[in-house]
T-cell receptor, first 110, second 111 residues
Framework: DAKTTQPPSMDCAEGRAANLPCNHS???????VYWYRQIHSQGPQYIIHGLKNNETNEMASLIITEDRKSSTLILPHATLRDTAVYYCIAAGTNAGKSTFGDGTTLTVKP | NAGVTQTPKFQVLKTGQSMTLQCAQDMNHEYMSWYRQDPGMGLRLIHY???????DQGEVPNGYNVSRSTTEDFPLRLLSAAPSQTSVYFC??????????FGQGTRLTVV
C-alpha cells in the first residue's frame, strides 16, 4: 500500500466545512483512497472511498486530484460530534494489509 | 448481524503470561487483520489474513501468533506477554475493496 501523509491536527468552527488533506504521491493505479475516523478510543469507522472520481455520501465528500497524488475529505457542516482522528489510507487488491498512519486530529470548536 | 466481535474487552496480564485475543466476524469476509494502537498513536498492523488457512505478517508481528482455521475467526496469541505489549488491540474484516469493519477493541495491560 502507498504511504499517505496527513497534517497532525486541524481545527474547524462548528457549522463550517472541514477540509482534511491527504498526500499519497506514490499511489498506484489499482489503489483506492479510503477515509476512516476514530472517535475517542472506539474502533475506526469507515467514511468513504474512491479510485479517481469524486465521491459523496451522507457523511462526507471525497475530492481526488486528477493525478491522484492527493485527496481532500470534506465534512460539509462540521458538528462537535465530528471531533475525531481521521485516517487516510491507500489500499489495493491486498486489502487485508492496509496500514494506518497517525491521522489528523480534527477538533470542531463551538 | 453482530459485525466484528472482540473478546475480552479488557485484560490484565502478568509479564510472561500467554493469552489469546478472540476476533469473530459474521459477514463471511475474506480479509481479517489485527492492529495495535498505543496511546496517542495510529494503528499499526500486526498480522493479517486473506482467507482461511492463509496468514501473513504486518508491521509489528514480533511476539504475536495468528491462525485462521475458519473464515469467521482470527485469534491473536500473545506468546509471553511483555509490558511493551500494553496497548489497545483492534480486529478488522473486509471483503475485497469495500470498507473495513472494526471491532470495539481489547484493552490489554501487561504488568
Amino acid at each position: 500500500d502507498a504511504k499517505t501523509t496527513q497534517p497532525p491536527s486541524m481545527d474547524c468552527a462548528e457549522g463550517r466545512a472541514a477540509n482534511l488533506p491527504c498526500n499519497h504521491s506514490t499511489i498506484s493505479g489499482n489503489e483506492y483512497v479510503y477515509w476512516y475516523r476514530q472517535i475517542h478510543s472506539q474502533g475506526p469507522q469507515y467514511i468513504i472511498h474512491g479510485l479517481k472520481n469524486n465521491e459523496t455520501n451522507e457523511m462526507a465528500s471525497l475530492i481526488i486530484t486528477e493525478d491522484r497524488k492527493s485527496s481532500t475529505l470534506i465534512l460539509p457542516h462540521a458538528t462537535l460530534r465530528d471531533t475525531a482522528v481521521y485516517y487516510c489510507i491507500a489500499a489495493g487488491t491486498n486489502a487485508g494489509k492496509s496500514t494506518f498512519g497517525d491521522g489528523t486530529t480534527l477538533t470542531v470548536k463551538p | 448481524n453482530a459485525g466484528v466481535t472482540q473478546t475480552p474487552k479488557f485484560q490484565v496480564l502478568k509479564t510472561g503470561q500467554s493469552m489469546t485475543l478472540q476476533c469473530a466476524q459474521d459477514m463471511n469476509h475474506e480479509y481479517m487483520s489485527w492492529y495495535r494502537q498505543d496511546p496517542g498513536m495510529g494503528l499499526r498492523l500486526i498480522h493479517y489474513s486473506v482467507g482461511a488457512g492463509i496468514t501473513d505478517q504486518g508491521e509489528v508481528p514480533n511476539g504475536y501468533n495468528v491462525s485462521r482455521s475458519t473464515t469467521e475467526d482470527f485469534p491473536l496469541r500473545l506468546l509471553s506477554a511483555a509490558p511493551s505489549q500494553t496497548s489497545v488491540y483492534f480486529c478488522a474484516s473486509r471483503q475485497g475493496l469495500v470498507e473495513a469493519f472494526f471491532g470495539q477493541g481489547t484493552r490489554l495491560t501487561v504488568v
